[in-house]
């Protein structure tokens, strides 16, 4: 089981950066696939990016591909989402999440544990 904290969301204006964390507890953590999705007012929770165990292959959403980047630190049991030239469309609660199952590394329905969220809001 790793239990999973998000932190570094905030207000930013369009074209700025920010970077999300995701702290984790347990052992464990660097045995796990892990991703990062966000969900905007009224709308599904999405993919954005995902990450292998051991950090050497890394997939990402069309609408963030090449301006977001996910990496991962084994020792500290921490993940990472850099976000570059932000747009008022990426404005979300972000989540991060280990992956347990199998299917698609866009399907929520394979990760079975989850953060609380991170508020991300990018005003035009």
């Known amino acids: ?3 999973l904290v ?7 204006q369009a074209g700025g950066s920010l970077r999300l964390s995701c702290a984790a507890s347990g052992r464990t953590f ?3 696939d892990m991703g990062w999705f966000r ?3 009224g709308k599904e929770r999405e993919f954005v ?3 292998r165990w051991s950090g050497g292959r890394t997939y990402y959403a069309d609408s963030v591909k090449g301006r977001f980047t996910i990496s991962r630190d084994n020792a500290k049991n921490t993940m990472y989402l850099q976000m570059n030239s932000l747009k008022p469309e990426d404005t979300a609660v972000y989540y991060c999440a280990a992956r347990v ?3 698609g ?3 929520l329905r394979g990760y079975g544990y989850w953060g609380q969220g991170t508020q991300v809001t990018v005003s035009s």
């Open 6 to 12: 998000e932190s570094g969301g905030g207000l930013v």
């Open 101 to 103: 199952g199998e299917g």
């Open 39 to 41: 969900q905007a007012p």
């Open 49 to 51: 990016a995902a990450i």
């Open 1 to 3: 089981q790793v239990q």
């Open 105 to 107: 590394w866009q399907d």
């Open 30 to 32: 660097g045995s796990y």
